[in-house]
């Protein structure tokens, strides 16, 4: 798994996780595929809005 998969699949698994109960009860390693590609994707948007972020912070600092 490379670094930038390991990532996805930590915020994913971070996304899902908020849904409390739900996620207690349907376990992620029980996830079909279809579902995890829908927190993938999410994964994915809060990951560009992190870099993002970043990218400006470091901009700024540099700037």
Same mark, same amino acid.
């Given at each position: 798994?490379?670094? $930038?998969?390991?990532?996805? %699949?930590?915020?994913?698994?971070a &996304?899902?996780?908020?849904l #409390?109960?739900?996620? %207690? ?5 029980g &996830? ?8 993938? $994707?999410?994964?994915? =948007?809060? @990951?560009a809005?992190?870099?993002?972020? @970043?990218? =400006?912070r &470091?901009? =700024?600092?540099? #700037?």
């Amino acid at each position: 798994m490379t670094d $930038q998969d390991a990532r996805r %699949e930590r915020y994913a698994r971070a &996304l899902y996780s908020t849904l #409390g109960h739900s996620a %207690e009860r349907h376990p992620w390693a029980g &996830l079909a595929p279809a579902r995890r590609e829908i927190w993938y $994707q999410r994964a994915d =948007a809060a @990951i560009a809005v992190a870099d993002e972020e @970043i990218a =400006a912070r &470091l901009a =700024a600092r540099d #700037g």
